[in-house]
């Protein structure tokens, strides 16, 4: 039956039953939220900031994979993308997902939603404005029943004796108080992980979910693909780059850059980045487009006014941001079209699953990514109700543990059942406390450099292995600070993410998608498969079948 709605302020430690827990409050977690609730479920969402302000697409705008049902359109769409992503996307996915978001997307609409129309008074569906979209999802899910907990990270996922995911327990940053959810199903909606690398909206996405689910058992797929870099005004966070193609790269004389503004442009301002400054304008847009273009996006044009520049008639700095796997395609691994993952009652959507099914080895941007947040957050929240409905009121009065160990200590028994604790004695005789900022500079020192992650060598990805298997060895037997668990669970989820990237580009021994290992330049169509990652204390990786009819590659793709 579901619950009324309410968004909760904690005073107290709140021990919440629920049939379906959604952690994260993006577009795939408050999709997965509105759907679960509307199939029936009583359902929580926790959120690491706002719920319809916090992550990169409550932001600025974002493209949507949105293709009405033709045939030919269709098609199109699907072929464009199977050789970028090096023949490892899986068309069954891809139009599962085209039709979804068609369907969700025109829900919006009903919804309320302004999408604006042409002269033929045609509504185009092809974008979205973060802003108008979160707050009107926040309201949709409010008004569907969900319980929200706004500035509430998870930090643990609870399990039963059977190894199933049965809940979670976070803290409250405003509070500083614990909570505990129990709940029948579980959805990862946390987002991918950029490294705190100041890219827009994405620094409450550090690996959270990667780190807890793994904690559970569940696999990692394609994260040899999460080295996405967008370009961004050396000044500015905003990396949005679809207004680029309309630009000239040059040096710091004026000199215009060869190739910068062709299709392999970023890896040619990549190695220009190296050794000396880029700088771009956007001189090759018409003065009725550069109206649109404000229009369409202002905050890519915010940070250029407050500095005084005109990108039009004026050259400005360009950097790259690292964005990892928020636009790579690396994530949790599911195993089917409900979004299960190998784990019972445990579920992942958005940026924190896995986009190889619909992207292959290349960026989903903005357009893929959005559409794919929007079905699997649909798919995801439809499951974990039905799932959850399996367990009624046994479901929620299961025996409940608290899974992972990364940055926690020992201490007294949680009246939950679970063993979990923010503070206490030291889990080891540690001989000095782990500083969490060091930690996560160290590790941004081994993901950030585009001549160790962007272009990729054997020797340079296991010298950064080897420092980032050190720096989760501290984490693990070092003292650390439990008062401020929060940074300390991120800063372990950052090490975990980049090991298992590094460890899965070091098994790729080719040059596939945006994965450019420059020991390996060309593709090899004998690992035309997926690549499978898991473990903490120990990282492995192995090859996975793609399950679909190949597709042959030529010796020149």
């Known amino acids: 039956m579901r619950q009324s709605s309410s968004t909760i302020n904690i005073d107290v430690d709140p021990n919440l039953q629920t049939d379906v827990l959604v952690i994260g409050g993006g577009p795939a977690g408050t999709w997965a939220a509105w759907s679960a609730a509307s199939a029936g479920a009583r359902v929580v969402l926790v959120d690491k900031g706002y719920c319809g302000t916090s992550g990169c697409a409550a932001a600025s705008g974002n493209g949507v994979w949105y293709v009405p049902p033709e045939p030919e359109s269709r098609e199109a769409a699907i072929a464009s993308r199977e050789a970028l992503g090096g023949f490892l996307s899986n068309r069954d996915w891809m139009q599962q997902v085209l039709n979804q978001t068609y369907t969700n997307v025109n829900l919006l609409a009903k919804w309320g939603y302004p999408f604006p129309v042409d002269q033929q008074q045609k509504s185009y569906r092809r974008s979205l404005q973060g802003p108008e ?129 062709s299709q392999k442009g970023r890896s040619v301002i990549a190695q220009t980045l190296l050794t000396q400054p880029v700088y771009a304008i956007l001189d090759q847009a018409t003065e009725e487009m550069q109206a649109h273009m404000r229009k369409a996006q202002p905050n890519f044009f915010l940070p250029l006014d407050r500095a005084g520049i ?201 040059t596939r998608g945006m994965h450019k290992h420059l020991d390996y330049p060309e593709m090899d169509a004998n690992q035309q498969h997926y690549l499978t990652s898991g473990g903490l204390d120990q990282v492995w990786v192995k090859a996975t079948p793609l399950h679909q009819t190949k597709v042959k590659v030529s010796a020149a793709a």
């Not at 909606?189 to 569940?218: H, I, P, Q």
């Not at 690292?322 to 993952?341: H, K, N, Q, S």
């Not at 990805?461 to 008062?483: F, G, P, Y």
């Not at 668990?485 to 950052?494: D, L």
């Open 133 to 261: 979209y979160m707050r009107l999802m926040r309201k949709q899910i409010k008004r569907a029943g969900v319980t929200i907990l706004d500035h509430s990270p998870a930090l643990q996922l609870l399990v039963d004796a059977e190894g199933a995911v049965a809940g979670a327990t976070g803290v409250n940053r405003q509070t500083g108080k614990q909570w505990v959810v129990r709940a029948g199903g579980v959805i990862i909606a946390t987002g991918g992980c950029a490294f705190l690398s100041k890219a827009l909206g994405c620094n409450v996405l550090t690996g959270d979910g990667y780190l807890m689910a793994a904690e559970a058992g569940v696999e990692m797929s394609g994260m040899e693909f999460s080295n996405a870099y967008g370009i961004s005004p050396a000044f500015s966070s905003v990396t949005k780059t679809l207004f680029y193609n309309w630009a000239t790269f040059t040096y710091e004389d004026g000199t215009p850059i060869p190739g910068a503004g």
């Open 310 to 510: 005109d990108p039009f008639t004026q050259r400005f700095p360009v950097t790259l941001r690292l964005e990892g796997t928020v636009r790579g395609t690396g994530g949790i691994r599911i195993v089917d079209f409900t979004c299960a993952t190998s784990v019972q009652g445990l579920y992942a959507a958005g940026d924190a699953a896995t986009r190889e099914l619909i992207c292959g080895g290349f960026t989903g941007g903005g357009s893929h990514n959005a559409a794919w947040a929007i079905s699997s957050g649909y798919w995801a929240g439809k499951s974990a109700a039905e799932y959850a409905q399996k367990f009624a009121e046994w479901g929620t009065q299961r025996f409940i543990q608290a899974v992972g160990e990364a940055g926690f200590t020992n201490g007294s028994q949680h009246p939950s059942g679970s063993s979990v604790t923010y503070g206490g004695k030291p889990a080891c005789s540690a001989a000095h406390q782990i500083n969490t900022e060091e930690v996560i500079q160290a590790t941004q020192a081994e993901v950030f450099p585009y001549d160790r992650n962007y272009f990729r060598r054997e020797k340079g990805l296991t010298e950064s292995l080897h420092r980032l298997n050190h720096l989760w060895k501290e984490i693990r037997t070092s003292q650390v600070d439990t008062h401020n668990i929060v940074r300390v669970r991120e800063a372990a989820a950052m090490v975990a993410t980049a090991r298992w990237m590094y460890s899965s580009a070091l098994q790729r021994k080719e």
